[in-house]
């Protein structure tokens, strides 16, 4: 039986809290895997999210900016 990618992802974190509750110190084995894993998303993630904020704000009017900075300024 095949899941979808939905559902893998929420069974491979429920079998992570799993093993984190009940193994805890016996999945150290693991975890430079996972603190890879979580550098791998902060490198993809973080641009991302600066460079649509950026375009994002670039991309207004100057009339929905100036109403945006006198709102935000307060």
């Known amino acids: 039986m095949r899941f ?3 559902y893998q ?3 491979a974190i429920l ?5 984190g509750l009940f193994f ?5 084995i693991v ?7 979580i550098m791998l998303l902060q490198m ?8 649509s904020l950026i375009h994002g704000l670039g991309s207004i009017s100057p009339a929905n900016g100036k109403k945006l900075f006198v709102s935000g300024w307060a």
């Open 44 to 51: 993809i993630a973080l641009p991302y999210i600066s460079f």
């Open 31 to 37: 975890k430079p895997v996972g603190d890879i894993y």
């Open 9 to 11: 992802v929420v069974i």
């Open 24 to 28: 805890g110190p016996l999945c150290n």
């Open 15 to 19: 079998a992570g809290i799993f093993c």
């Open 4 to 6: 979808s990618l939905g």
